[in-house]
């Protein structure tokens, strides 16, 4: 399964549209759809690598490193969904 990161940035790739028109409600809607969905993914991801940790996967300094590496990474990558989530709030549907 690929990771949220990648899904997200799939979801921007530029081959993945058919022609720069203007985004429908509907597309807008899809792609908040989409974009929480991966949002969700990722926070569910790194809980789930953090329980580990925290269970005494990984000890001493290095497990230390990766507990501080993990939140620092899970704070950029939700501040990256909260950006994402609000340029879309400031996108003009198309009236088609």
Excluded at 3 to 9: P, R
Excluded at 10 to 19: N, Q, V, W
Excluded at 56 to 69: E, M, Q, T, V
Excluded at 70 to 85: E, G, I, N, P, Y
Aim: hydrophobic share 40%; aromatic share 6%; charged share 25%.
């Amino acid at each position: 399964m690929p990771s949220a990161l990648t899904c997200f940035y799939d979801a921007f790739d530029p081959r993945h549209y058919r022609s720069a028109t203007m985004a429908t409600q509907e597309h807008i809607n899809t792609a908040r759809r989409h974009l929480e969905h991966l949002r969700d993914h990722h926070q569910d991801d790194v809980l789930a690598l953090a329980r580990l940790v925290e269970a005494g996967a990984l000890k001493g300094p290095a497990g230390d490193r990766l507990a501080a590496d993990l939140r620092s990474w899970d704070h950029a990558v939700k501040d990256l969904f909260t950006r994402a989530l609000s340029l879309l709030d400031t996108l003009t549907p198309d009236a088609r």
